[in-house]
């Protein structure tokens, strides 16, 4: 499989966690490199559901070394009940699973903070799942952050999240919010240090101890394209860097390391949060909604939904360099007469091929849709490309000659066995 990063190439939500899971048979090591546990990758093994916010998808297959990278922020009480919670799924978690000692932590004046600023946005909120996840990427680029190096140090923590609480206390005061118990958070979170310290190690040097014997590596990507802090639809994205770029400064892993970066696309259109989406359509999330498709892993939410977007997921291919294409989704489709997909944009007089940079302009413009006929029969039985129907297969080529990368897999299903390599 060679050294592969794995990207979202519309705004998240493109059904990740089981690509992941599919691409790990041939992986050795599986590597989270950004985001927080505001992000879910779901993955169906067996007739059980795992729901994974922190925790590599690698974990649900024997032999693999799952590993939290540097760029990721880690709730570590969060963690603790995750890895808890697959425990008792039957996962084995034991010295397959590796925390970077220098990943940034979320503390609960991060999430409180996050609440307070959402709510004061009103009708102009961004949509984020308040988990504390932007103040505390905040507190690392200002440099007051503390990392999981300094929670498994216990007087060095104590010294530190004291001067912590007492300033966050004095900002959430101004925002009339309660001020924190440094005696609870303190307790808690020395708790979970201590569970999570057999985990941390320095994982850039185990990355390149990894590389030096050859091994094949999978960079997992949390949310997507339009969620990355530079190339999204800012301000409504998410605190990291969501693209291909990510994987290297969230993992330490040069990008001449890198062979192949693979993108994860919908048949159709979602969106998790506030934003520009131009092909929504209540059409589509009313059907999809009625077949139980289409909410949040991580805060059940319904997503909003939409035709597919090819203006958005060829953005998605030059900004990633994607080589590879995965779409999923594809049987939520099975029963559309008529299918429309996205080809260009139009604000007022101005046709763009590129989605706009100012999320103004892009909340104005009008799509310009391209209609395809749809298969309508269920799909969820091809286990091969032949077995797809053949207006099915013509739909597939067509957005990935829009979007300008192979079409490499086909999903049917949430099964790994509904999986098409194409």
Not at 393 to 400: G, N, P, Q, T, V
């Amino acid at each position: 499989m060679a050294n592969t990063i794995l990207v979202g190439a519309q705004w998240g939500d493109e059904g990740k966690g089981k690509i992941i899971d599919v691409l790990t048979e041939q992986a050795d090591v599986v590597v989270r490199t950004q985001g927080g546990n505001n992000a879910g990758h779901t993955v169906h093994l067996k007739g059980q559901k795992y729901v994974l916010h922190l925790v590599p998808s690698g974990i649900l297959r024997k032999g693999k070394v799952c590993v939290i990278g540097n760029g990721v922020v880690v709730d570590p009480v969060s963690l603790m009940t995750e890895i808890e919670g697959l425990r008792k799924l039957g996962v084995r978690i034991n010295k397959n699973l590796f925390l970077s000692e220098t990943a940034h932590v979320v503390f609960p004046y991060h999430r409180e903070l996050d609440a307070q600023r959402e709510t004061r946005k009103g009708r102009q909120k961004i949509g984020t799942t308040k988990r504390g996840i932007g103040p505390a990427y905040g507190d690392k680029a200002a440099r007051t952050g503390l990392r999981v190096l300094d929670l498994i140090r216990p007087e060095r923590f104590r010294e530190q999240l004291a001067a912590r609480i007492k300033e966050n206390n004095e900002v959430l005061k101004a925002f009339g919010a309660r001020p924190l118990s440094f005696k609870q958070v303190h307790e808690a979170y020395r708790q979970a240090g201590d569970y999570l310290a057999p985990f941390v190690t320095n994982t850039v040097v185990l990355l390149h101890e990894a590389l030096r014997r050859g091994d094949n590596i999978l960079f997992e990507g949390a949310q997507g394209t339009f969620l990355d802090i530079d190339h999204g639809t800012y301000p409504f994205v998410t605190s990291s860097n969501t693209t291909a770029g990510g994987a290297c400064t969230g993992s330490g892993i040069p990008p001449h390391r890198m062979d192949r970066v693979v993108g994860v696309m919908k048949a159709y259109t979602t969106r998790v949060g506030g934003g520009p989406l131009p092909t929504e359509n209540a059409e589509i999330a009313d059907m999809l909604h009625a077949m139980g498709r289409e909410f949040g892993a991580t805060t059940g939410r319904p997503r909003r939904c939409g035709w597919f977007d090819a203006v958005a997921t060829r953005h998605a291919a030059m900004v990633n360099g994607i080589d590879d294409l995965a779409i999923t989704n594809i049987d939520g489709l099975d029963t559309m007469e008529t299918l429309k997909v996205c080809i260009g944009y139009r604000c007022g007089r101005t046709r763009f091929d590129y989605v706009p940079s100012d999320v103004e302009v892009l909340s104005q413009c009008e799509p310009i849709y391209a209609e395809f006929p749809g298969w309508r029969t269920p799909t969820h039985h091809a286990r091969k490309w032949r077995d797809l129907p053949p207006k099915a297969r013509a739909y597939l080529k067509a957005l990935a000659e829009l979007t300008g990368a192979n079409l490499a897999i086909a999903s049917v299903g949430p099964g790994r066995e509904q999986t098409i390599f194409v």
